[in-house]
């Protein structure tokens, strides 16, 4: 899923090396990123340009708390249900 911009933000919008600086990685990464329809990015003649909005929203969308990982549900698949209408205490609960 891209990760979109705003169009209000009126910042400038970023080269490709500046988004790789500031996640410190080849601009291939980048390159690749938008390419696969990751982040949001405008072509302008033979260069591309990226919201600094889209560049936030990928960073949120993509940050993980440290040391727990998160996993993806597949298809149809539930990981886990509550209830909380349930009148009845679980087993170890206590009255």
């Known amino acids: 899923m891209a ?9 400038p919008h970023l080269t490709i090396d500046q988004v790789a600086d500031r996640w410190a990685v080849d601009k291939r990464v980048v390159y690749k990123l938008i390419n696969d329809g ?12 990226i919201a600094p909005s889209a560049v936030n929203e990928y960073e949120v969308a993509n940050t993980s708390v440290p040391g727990r990982r ?12 509550a ?7 679980m087993a170890g609960d206590d009255p």
């Open 3 to 11: 990760v979109g911009f705003d169009p209000n933000d009126d910042r």
């Open 38 to 49: 990751h982040l949001v990015a405008v072509k302008i003649g033979r260069d591309w340009r």
């Open 70 to 81: 998160r996993r993806q549900p597949a298809d149809g698949e539930v990981l886990s249900v």
């Open 83 to 89: 209830s909380v209408d349930d009148p009845e205490p």
